[in-house]
C-alpha cells in the first residue's frame, strides 16, 4: 500500500487532473462531526488520512454553500459563503490546507445555472416591478393566454410538472428547469457572467483546485424560448439525454465556459470539469474544444446495462466524443443522482460482484476516474419508507418517482450498530440500515478479500504500476458476452465476464481480480473482471 509519506502534491504539474482518480464527497452523508445527524466540513477533515489511505488523488465536494437546502445544497442563496449547517469559511481553508497536506487536491462544485429563490436577487426580483432591471437577471416572461393564466411555453421542470411558476397577484412567470426554488439565472445579463467570476475568483483564490460544474449543459437558452417539440414524461430521469430539446444545450453555453476558462487560466493547475447531458458524441465534443472546458462528465459507462456490448459501446463513444479535443475521456459508474452500482447491477451477491468487476474496467481505462463514496464500501441502494424522503424529485413528481435519497444514505464508518460512526446522533438526516455492520470502514479495512481493500488494491496498482502507463484502448478478441482490452504501451489487459458461464483467462500475469480466481490455469469466473500483464 501506498506511504503517507510518498504524497506530496507536485507544484509544477499543470496537468495533474489528466489521470486523477476523484472521489466525490456527498458532504451530508460523509462525516458528522458536530453530531447533528447531517455530515459536514469538519467531519471530512477529520476522514482525510482515510481518503489518503484508499489512495485518491483528488476530491469533488458537492455544494456547501449558503442554501436552504430544498436540494440538499443545489439550491445555492449565496455562493461566496459556507452553510452554517457545514461549518464556515474558517473551517473550509482548514480543510484545503490539510487536504494539501495529505496529498489530495480539492474542487468543489459551481451552480451557474440557477440560485436559490432565496438568493438576494431573486428576493429583489418578487417585489421588484415587471421589466425592471432586478427582474432581468432571471427568466421572467408574461404568461400565454387570457390575463396570462398559462405558462409562457411548454417546458417542463427535470424534476416533474411545468418549468414554471407564477408569482402571486396575476403577476409574471419565472423558468425553474429544477425545483420553483431553483429559479434559471439570464445569461444574456452581463450582471450574472460578473458575478459567477467573482465566485469563481473567490474560491481560487481560497486555493481550490477546480471545480465541478453543475448542468454545464444549461445556462444558455435559445431566443424566443421555443416550445419543446414534444413533452417528456412527467419526471424524465436526471439520466436521460436531452435529444432535440430546447432547454439545454444552446450555443450561447459555449461563450460561458470560454468565460470561465479565461478566468481559470490566470491561476496555474486548476481544472474544470462540467456535467454534460447532451444528445451525442458530437454535441459532446464541443464541450472539451480548446479554450473551453478541461474534462467533461461524459455518462456513458453509468449508463451502461452489465453486458459486454453495453459497456464496449459506452466506452468507444466515451473516447470518440474526445477525439481529436485536449481533454481525456473520464470515467464514472456513479454518482449522487443515480441508483448505486450494486443496486443497479442486481442487487445483493451478484450485484456486488458486478460492481466490483466493473470497478476494475472503470480505472483500468485511461484518464481521469470519478468514485462516489460509499461505492468502495460496496453499499447498495437503500429501500426507503414514504415518510423520510427528502428530494425534491419525490414531491414533484407528484409522488411517482422516489427520487435519490436511496444512493445518499450516510456512510457506515464504524462499530456494529447505526449511526456506525458518522455522527453522535442516531437521529442521522436520513435513516440507516440495521444491518451494515459488515459494510463498515472497519469491518473492510483490514478483510483483504473486502471491497475497499479491492479498491485500495487497485488504486495502489493504477498509480504505481508500469502496465497503466498506456493512453491509449485497443481491443481484444473475447468469448461472446465478454471483454476485453489493451492499454497500448504499458500492456495493462483488462477482461470482464460478463458471459453467466466461466470463460478462460487472457494469456499474462494476474494483477488483480474483483472475485476470487482459483490458482493455476484457471477460468474467469461470471461476473468477475481481471487485470493481467502481458
Ligand atoms: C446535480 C443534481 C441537482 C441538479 C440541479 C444536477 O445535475 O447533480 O444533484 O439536483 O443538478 O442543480
Not at 228 to 247: F, I, T, Y
Not at 465 to 494: D, I, N, S
Amino acid at each position: 500500500m501506498r506511504r503517507a509519506d510518498d504524497r506530496h502534491l507536485a507544484p509544477d504539474d499543470e496537468a495533474w487532473w489528466r489521470n486523477a482518480v476523484f472521489y466525490q464527497v456527498y458532504i451530508r452523508s460523509f462525516a458528522d462531526a458536530n453530531g447533528d445527524g447531517v455530515g459536514d466540513l469538519e467531519g471530512v477533515r477529520g476522514r482525510l488520512g482515510y481518503l489518503e489511505l484508499l489512495g485518491v488523488d483528488a476530491l469533488w465536494l458537492t455544494p456547501f454553500f449558503r442554501s436552504p437546502m430544498v436540494d440538499h445544497g443545489y439550491d445555492v442563496s449565496d455562493p461566496r459563503d459556507v452553510d452554517p449547517l457545514f461549518g464556515d469559511l474558517e473551517t473550509f481553508d482548514r480543510l484545503v490546507a490539510d487536504a494539501h497536506r495529505h496529498g489530495l487536491r480539492v474542487t468543489i462544485d459551481l451552480v451557474p445555472n440557477h440560485t436559490s429563490d432565496r438568493h438576494e436577487w431573486f428576493q429583489a426580483a418578487v417585489t421588484a416591478a415587471p421589466g425592471g432591471p432586478e427582474r432581468a437577471r432571471y427568466l421572467f416572461r408574461d404568461g400565454r393566454s387570457f390575463g396570462g393564466s398559462q405558462p409562457p411555453n411548454n417546458w417542463t421542470s427535470v424534476f416533474g410538472g411545468p418549468a414554471w411558476t407564477r408569482l402571486p397577484g396575476a403577476d409574471q412567470w419565472y423558468l425553474h428547469l429544477f425545483a420553483p426554488e431553483q429559479p434559471d439565472l439570464n445569461w444574456e445579463n452581463p450582471e450574472v457572467a460578473a458575478d459567477l467570476e467573482r465566485t469563481l475568483r473567490f474560491w481560487l483564490g481560497r486555493g481550490v483546485d477546480g471545480f465541478r460544474i453543475d448542468v454545464a449543459h444549461g445556462m444558455a437558452k435559445p431566443a424566443g424560448l421555443p416550445d419543446m417539440p414534444h413533452q417528456v414524461g412527467v419526471c424524465p430521469s436526471l439520466l436521460e439525454r436531452d435529444g432535440a430539446d430546447p432547454r439545454f444545450d444552446a450555443d450561447g453555453v459555449h461563450d460561458i465556459h470560454r468565460m470561465i476558462r479565461k478566468v481559470l487560466d490566470e491561476y496555474p493547475a486548476r481544472v474544470a470539469i462540467g456535467e454534460i447531458r447532451v444528445a451525442d458524441d458530437a454535441a459532446f465534443a464541443r464541450y472539451v474544444r480548446p479554450g473551453e472546458l478541461h474534462l467533461g462528465f461524459n455518462f456513458r459507462l453509468l449508463e451502461a446495462d452489465f453486458n459486454a456490448d453495453s459497456v464496449r459501446a459506452a466506452i468507444e463513444h466515451s473516447l470518440v466524443a474526445v477525439q481529436g479535443s485536449p481533454a481525456p475521456a473520464t470515467w464514472t459508474i456513479s454518482n449522487h443522482d443515480t441508483v448505486r452500482p450494486v443496486t443497479r447491477y442486481g442487487g445483493g451477491e451478484v450485484g456486488l460482484a458486478r460492481a466490483r468487476a466493473m470497478a476494475l474496467v472503470q480505472l483500468a481505462l485511461p484518464g481521469p476516474a470519478y468514485l462516489y463514496n460509499g461505492d468502495e464500501l460496496g453499499l447498495p441502494n437503500v429501500e426507503l419508507p414514504d415518510w423520510v424522503l427528502q428530494d425534491p424529485v419525490w414531491k414533484r413528481s407528484g409522488h411517482t418517482e422516489r427520487g435519490r435519497d436511496g444512493c445518499r444514505i450516510p456512510l457506515p464508518w464504524e462499530s456494529g450498530t447505526s449511526p456506525y460512526g458518522f455522527s453522535a446522533t442516531p437521529g442521522t438526516w436520513l435513516p440507516m440500515p440495521g444491518d451494515w455492520a459488515g459494510r463498515t470502514v472497519e469491518a473492510q479495512l483490514e478483510d483483504p478479500s473486502s471491497t475497499l481493500s479491492l479498491y485500495r488494491q487497485a488504486l495502489e496498482l493504477r498509480q504505481r504500476h508500469t502496465a497503466f502507463t498506456g493512453t491509449e484502448v485497443e481491443w481484444y478478441g473475447a468469448p461472446p458476452g465478454c471483454l476485453a482490452f489493451r492499454r497500448r504501451g504499458g500492456g495493462l489487459v483488462c477482461a470482464l465476464n460478463a458471459s453467466g458461464a466461466p470463460v478462460s483467462l487472457p494469456a499474462g500475469q494476474v494483477l488483480l481480480a474483483s472475485g476470487p480466481l482459483r490458482p493455476i490455469g484457471d477460468p474467469l469466473p461470471p461476473d468477475t473482471a481481471v487485470w493481467l500483464k502481458e
